[in-house]
């Protein structure tokens, strides 16, 4: 796992001058007792899968709280005002396809897409919702909250690693979801590398966080001192290779390597630098969740298979109208944007990008002026990942309580996700027992989309 410290700490300093949190600051270099290398090394043992070798990953967009869908994607105009709510309709490029007033990024972009109407679950607890739709499998609930299984990030992290080597398999930005983006019993090395704000949930998870400037050396070891330093341990072990018959030191040196690419000059560390981008992209996308959604493109680029990113707190039980209208346009500008970005750069085909949350809100508005917790309807977006898109599937009454047609569960939604990975519901992982289990229960690809 990345050690990279972000929380206050004490202002503890050793006798070098050098102050603990800047010695635990990045993770490198095992001749320096630090372990960045523990997580190359783990995804480079665990390629296993065929798909290890193909270039496919997946951008999950993690609306935490769950998003309303008479808000979005599952307008009803002609419901009477306690349902439909405050937004009108607009005509999107999908002919047929009318989406909310605060989301015209989206609307660009929707003959690219695929929205599924029909997904509905039933599970109104946010902790016990939330594990499953990210893991495929119930366990944890509001009064038992600790993950029961792993992410399905840390199963790709754990079956294919990342795209390219010397990057990472498994990034996080601003949690979301309570801590059920790690691994779990699948070990810390499958946990993602974390970045943003943590403001809500991981309880689960305490995972360290880091930005590109997280990659930098500490104080005092330049890239010269670590060069030599890494000469001497290799004169050292030479000695070790020669009687060591089963090559295990090759295999550490390997390991360094690619430790040593990401701290000095490696992509995943120039990927975390925006500042690269040109200005007028990075306007387009904006600051906040736009600019970390612009990361999350940078980081695909640079071999990252599986990126989840948390874009705010939809939990809204009241003034609903306002809070959209805040959160909207900033969640609309990341999504589509995005979406527009890995079309023009011919990386959409092999990139799934995924919206959801843990549910659906309630079709009437509450005394409060808000939406309640509704499992039994949720609008979900997809786009790219090798899929037929430009469609809508399933529907729902004429006031978005239920599906009508095409109800798609939590197993098929993962089966999608792992699907346009190259991973299939019942490939296998080890669990606690030694014993192979399948990475979900069950579950389809609608037929739709192939």
Known sequence: MLNIVSQPSSRKVFCDGVSRRRMLQIG???????????????EQNTHLHPAARSKKSVILVWMHGGPSQLDTFDMKPGAPAEYRGAFTPIASSLPGLDICELLPEHAKVMDKCSVIRSFSHGNGDHWAAAHWMLTGRLGPNGSNRMAHYPSMGAVASRLLGPTLPGSLANVNMNDGGFGYHGGAWLGVNTNPFRY????????????????HKSFSLVDGLSEGRVIDRVSLRTQLDSLKKQIDHHRLFDQMDAVDQQAMDLVLSGRVRKAFDVSEEAPSLRERYGTGWGEQALL??????????YVSLNTGYFDDHGNIESALKDKLPRHDKCVGVLIQDLADRGLLDDTLVVVAGEFGHTPRINGNAGRDHWPQAQSILLAGGGYRHGQVIGSTNDKAEYPTSRKIGVEDFCAIVYHAMGLKTDDSIMDLSGRPTHLVPGGEVPPELL
Do not use: I, K
Not at 196 to 211: I, K, M, R, V
Not at 296 to 305: P, Q, T, W
């Open 196 to 211: 943003g704000d943590f403001s809500y949930g991981n309880e689960a998870g305490q995972l360290p966080t880091g930005d």
């Open 296 to 305: 999350a493109r940078r980081l695909v680029e640079a071999g990252v298979r």
């Open 28 to 42: 490198a270099l095992g001749a320096f007792g630090l372990n960045l290398q523990g997580l190359v090394r783990a």
